[in-house]
Antibody, heavy 122, light 107 residues
Framework: QITLKESGPTLVKPAQTLTLTCTFS??????????VGWIRQPPGKALEWLAL???????RYSPSLKSRLTITKDTSKNQVVLTMTSMDPVDTATYYC??????????????WGQGTLVTVSS | DIQMTQSPSSLSASVGDRVTITCRAS??????LNWYQQKSGKAPKLLIY???SLQSGVPSRFSGTGSGTDFTLTISSLQPEDFAIYYC?????????FGQGTKVEIK
């Protein structure tokens, strides 16, 4: 059974750095083809893809946020960490992590965490 | 970035209706297209992957078609539990963009 859970601060001040941790179970991030991604959703708005890290440490970022994002993994702890610098009120959103499965040349998020709401406010 | 445009943005339908949602990509994405369902306050749930493959456990009333730039999600007979927001997502290239969502409401 695959599960993922996000953890981190619920409130950050503008200009601060956000650090979110995704702790997962039921799969290994050393398995060929597996990835973990981060997606966010501002209140009442659509999903936005942020970043993805693969089993081989390949990292992909949203170009519009790339300068602010860092994604890392700790396979011994079954964790993936996302850091986002220079937080702004527009970054207020629910942040999700998700397991990325793969079929041939395509992929999909088949398991999601419950999400964590991060509010940026002074 | 590949832009994903869904239509309509919202629709009203009755239980038992056939519902079709479309998703258009700004360039060809082959069949690298997924569909998700999101209910209020919950994480998205994968319905369809690779354009037409039904995720395990998802009712067969959900189906997906398409390739290249044009895709559709069809609910053959809308059930009360299907009222939600539906998103498409392309995984052909980074960033793996989502559509803006289609809200399916009760008529």
């Amino acid at each position: 059974q695959i599960t993922l859970k996000e953890s981190g601060p619920t409130l950050v001040k503008p200009a601060q750095t956000l650090t979110l941790t995704c702790t997962f179970s039921g799969f290994s991030l050393t398995t060929n083809g597996v990835g973990v991604g981060w997606i966010r959703q501002p209140p009442g708005k659509a999903l936005e893809w942020l970043a993805l890290i693969y089993w081989d440490d390949d990292k992909r970022y949203s170009p519009s946020l790339k300068s602010r994002l860092t994604i890392t993994k700790d396979t011994s702890k079954n964790q993936v960490v996302l850091t986002m610098t220079s937080m702004d009120p527009v970054d207020t959103a629910t942040y999700y992590c998700a397991h990325s499965g793969r079929l041939s040349l395509t992929s999909y998020f088949d398991y999601w965490g419950q999400g964590t709401l991060v509010t940026v406010s002074s | 970035d590949i832009q994903m445009t869904q239509s309509p943005s919202s629709l009203s339908a009755s239980v038992g209706d056939r519902v079709t949602i479309t998703c258009r990509a700004s360039q060809s994405i082959s069949r690298s297209l997924n569909w998700y369902q999101q209910k209020s306050g919950k994480a998205p749930k994968l319905l369809i992957y690779a354009a037409s493959s039904l995720q395990s456990g998802v009712p067969s009333r959900f189906s997906g078609t398409g390739s290249g730039t044009d895709f559709t999600l069809t609910i053959s007979s809308l059930q009360p539990e299907d009222f939600a927001i539906y998103y498409c997502q392309q995984t052909y290239s980074t960033p793996q963009t989502f559509g803006q969502g289609t809200k399916v409401e009760i008529k």
